[in-house]
């Protein structure tokens, strides 16, 4: 019986010979669709399946052990499915449960708010300004990882729950979405911010209206960019074949249907309801 | 064994010599304190359990399957408390849930449409508007109550879901509100509306700017009004002594303690977390 020696080299579990395991993003609704937008491009070949917690969404006004505990529910599911890898593609839930999930899970798990801190540590000249949901500023998430990577820097959170209401509406690119644009970010332009975080993943649908009333001195940090790179550095190259995308919701397909078609400009295809 | 007769008379339950059974008063979050408070009102006396299921709000985007699942568990959770009656204070649980409550319980249900559609019938020459959650206008409950009473009358319904999150962020009065009613009701203004529905419990919230929109020639229905006076209808008049009024959340106690201070006007005692 022939035994494998130490100079054969072992393939690589992330890049295996076999159909890869898919990437499981889970978000606590559509918002997420951002982050799973920039990782589709990024791994174009790579399975992924994503998981919209619609039943109970939003997160983001909600208490961090309430998050903590669906978080949790929704990534025993996608461990059910045979996922290789977790993406927490809702800033809220990064920021109560990824601790939670990474002592309790045996395969890699990626939040949003981590290489959102990093890629602003990276540009700014000193002041960082991010804007995300009530449970996430509450949490100073982004201020703790931006300090355990550069203390200097100093940060100021400030939560933009409208955004959310506008995107999910269709009416980013609104003069109402320029005029509540305004009014959250006018304190963080006062406090001469250089950088700005969208630390909710509702917000790079509205990029283009928070550019306008930023101007272009102000560097933006997209935190659905910054996790797929960080997803793309942990994988590799992406494996060939064509990708299945799986959508997962846990309540109101066809509302999800629509605004993904919106947030993703295709329809999708492989959308099932499922209970957590 | 004894059987009951028809002459003997049977003690209303409704109002009973030893101190009220508490009336219950369910809603998806905070919107309902708009019905609480104008039940409060009514019945200065009669004690009063409001119960959010902020772990789980908003349900206007869910499903009827789901809203309804939600709503049984509360109402189910009031009940173990000793209610003698269920106010559902949300537009959209009443939509999806009044049947099933109204089968499965042995004390009275009272919901939030049916005393908006008699008020809007009892008010208009013919063209009432309605403006409610995503999942209240898809269920079409007001057109159904409406046409009941009179299948002559034109209603038109429309969406007005950023006025929730304006109410709950205390915009209710700024240029931006003002802005998106204006937005939400022309198309019913254009379609010659006389009678507005409020069809949401957080509308009343922003009552002062829909008037204004919709100035004096169009009347408003308010659902928390209406409720209210139903229920007072239902109990006769109120009991002597002190109210007790006891808050049950499911979620994020602090949010709620803090935006029920500016629905209501005061600082609320006797708040509880609830699992349901």
């Known amino acids: 019986m022939p035994t494998r020696t130490r100079s054969s080299p072992r393939p ?18 559509v918002g997420g669709l951002t982050v799973f937008r920039e990782i589709a491009r990024a791994l174009p070949h790579h ?5 919209g917690d619609s039943a109970r969404v939003p997160y983001g006004t909600k208490s961090a052990d309430t998050v903590t505990g669906f978080t949790l529910q929704a990534a025993a599911h996608l461990i059910e499915r045979g996922i290789g890898m977790l993406v927490v593609a809702c800033n809220t ?19 949003v708010v ?14 960082v300004g ?20 550069d203390p200097n820097i100093e ?21 109402v979405a320029r005029e509540v644009a305004e009014i959250y970010l006018e304190p963080l332009l006062d406090a001469n911010i250089d950088t700005l975080v969208l630390g909710c993943t509702h917000y790079p649908i509205l990029r283009d209206t928070i550019e306008h009333v930023i101007g272009d001195k102000v560097m933006i940090v997209d935190s659905a960019e910054t996790t797929a790179a960080s997803v793309l550095a942990a ?3 992406s494996s060939n074949g064509a990708a ?9 397909e066809e509302r999800f249907r629509r605004i993904a078609g919106e947030f993703l400009e295709r329809a999708i295809e492989h959308l099932e309801l499922v209970t957590l």
Chains 1, 2 share one sequence.
């Open 12 to 29: 690589s579990p992330l890049v295996p010979a076999s159909p890869p395991a898919p990437i499981g993003i889970f978000d606590s609704g």
């Open 47 to 51: 399975p992924l399946i994503y998981l």
């Open 93 to 111: 839930a990064t920021a109560a449960a990824l601790p939670s999930l990474q002592s309790s899970l045996t395969i890699p798990v990626i939040g």
């Open 114 to 127: 981590e290489p959102g801190a990093r890629a602003a540590v990276e540009q700014t000249r000193g002041r």
């Open 130 to 149: 991010v804007i995300a949901t009530e449970g996430t500023v509450r949490s100073k998430a982004y201020t703790r990882a931006i300090h355990n990577i």
């Open 155 to 175: 940060v100021i959170e400030s939560a933009a729950p409208l955004f959310v209401s506008l995107a999910e509406e269709g009416w980013a690119n609104t003069h």
């Open 235 to 237: 994988i590799g190259t």
């Open 244 to 252: 299945k995308h799986t959508f997962l919701v846990t309540d109101a």
